[in-house]
């Protein structure tokens, strides 16, 4: 999947529990090391240290890593966002956010305010790609006649799927969807269905769980969450399961 100029490994990581420890910054320069290339992480998180944590960790950032962050989360109002996308730079040491998202839609106010409010940090170079939070259709179609839109991130997961129509038509339009509680909290993965796929390729139900949104479409990136290197390894090698067709509509219907 590539995001503008730069090839995304298709399981990237989630921090929204990143705090800014000596061991949370060596975990985060530990998963790009592994093989982790896309970091998304949000204003709100743990009172923004997971952005500092992060920009303590990688600034300068290197180039092959796209580090997304998130604003708006309960106020889209043009002034909000332009001093959060503000704070938000400062925290990643950067001049530059490679991927920013609104992350809600505010009922207050039009989307198109909010917007235009992160083109124009944009055309001021603070960013280079924008993406949107917890949409569906209608809400992309009306960002998008403002601007190229670069990633949908949704709550999506084996046992969560509403967004189905939206990931169809990010890959038709090759956005990047990016679901975010993959896993489902783990509660759809308590059936015998996922467990015997599982033994079958000598994989973790977590695995499969992964291992079926990479096939559902190219486009999808999921972002698990995870303070663990060693579950952040085993999420990368779900890469390399192939689920059969069958095995992909069996656990589909696992609802």
């Given at each position: 999947m590539r995001l503008g100029s730069t090839d995304i490994n298709r399981i990237g990581l989630g921090t929204n529990r990143l705090t800014d420890t000596e061991e949370h910054r060596?975990?985060?320069?530990?998963?790009?090391g592994a093989g982790i290339n896309l970091i998304d992480t949000a204003h709100l998180y743990t009172g923004g240290e997971s952005e500092a944590t992060i920009g303590a960790a990688?600034?300068?950032?290197?180039?092959?890593?796209?580090?997304g962050t998130k604003g708006g989360f309960r106020d889209g109002r043009p002034e909000t966002l332009a001093a959060e996308i503000d704070e938000s730079l400062r925290r990643l040491t950067t001049d530059?956010?490679?991927?920013?998202?609104?992350?809600?839609?505010?009922?207050?106010v039009p989307l198109e305010r909010s917007v235009e409010a992160i083109v124009e940090a944009r055309e001021r170079g603070k960013l280079r790609h924008i993406?949107?939070?917890?949409?569906?259709?209608?809400?992309?179609?009306?960002?998008?006649?403002?601007?190229?839109?670069?990633a949908v991130q949704n709550h999506y997961s084996l046992s969560e799927r509403k967004y189905e129509d939206v990931i169809d038509y990010c890959e038709r339009?090759?956005?990047a969807f990016v679901p975010f509680y993959p896993l489902g909290g783990r509660s759809g993965l308590r059936n015998d269905t996922v467990e015997e796929i599982a033994t079958a390729h000598g994989a973790s139900v977590a695995q499969i769980a992964l291992?079926?949104?990479?096939?559902?479409?190219?486009a999808v990136v999921p972002i698990p969450g995870t303070l663990s290197l060693d579950h952040l390894r085993q999420n990368i090698a779900a890469l390399e399961i192939e689920l059969s067709d069958e095995e992909f509509d069996a656990a589909r219907h696992v609802q």
């Open positions: 060596a975990f985060v320069a530990e998963a790009v990688l600034a300068p950032f290197p180039e092959e890593v796209v580090v530059t956010i490679d991927l920013y998202y609104l992350h809600r839609v505010d009922s207050k993406g949107l939070s917890e949409v569906g259709m209608e809400e992309i179609e009306r960002a998008r006649q403002l601007t190229p839109i670069a339009d090759q956005i291992a079926w949104l990479l096939k559902r479409s190219p």
